[in-house]
């Protein structure tokens, strides 16, 4: 049984720094591709940053240049170093594990979410 536990939300002024932490059990980690999206009220989960699972990163345009994503393999850990954060950030923000099960098909696996919340 896959586990993803979120951690490091809270509460923040504009322009000050968080850091999310998810860690994952079992030891499909190193295999699997990562993922951090964000979800505010009556509005869809969107993508903020995605890794590889060889390390290539990916950014929403919106944080780009101000959100770090980052892969521990040895703790089973992905992390979203967020910087100069703004109001608009403020979400629930969800980890995301894609990993392969055979023959091709792969499966997500989600956290439970951690709040961010950015006052002005």
């Known amino acids: 049984q896959v586990q993803l536990v979120e951690s490091g939300g809270g509460l923040v002024q504009a322009g000050g720094s968080l850091r999310l932490s998810c860690a994952a059990s079992?030891?499909?980690?190193?295999?699997?591709?990562m993922g951090w999206y964000r979800q505010t009220p009556g509005n869809q989960r969107e993508l903020v940053a995605s890794?590889?699972?060889?390390?290539?990163?990916s950014y929403a345009d919106s944080v780009k240049g101000r959100f770090t994503i980052a892969r521990d393999n040895a703790k089973n850990t992905v992390y979203l170093q967020m910087d100069s954060l703004k109001p608009e950030d403020t979400a629930v923000y969800y980890c995301?594990?894609?990993?392969?099960?055979?023959?091709?098909?792969?499966?997500?696996?989600w956290g439970q979410g951690t709040q961010v919340t950015v006052s002005s």
């Open positions: 995301k594990m894609t990993s392969p099960a055979g023959l091709g098909v792969k499966y997500d696996y």
């Open positions: 079992g030891s499909i980690f190193k295999v699997s591709a």
């Open positions: 890794i590889t699972v060889g390390g290539t990163t």
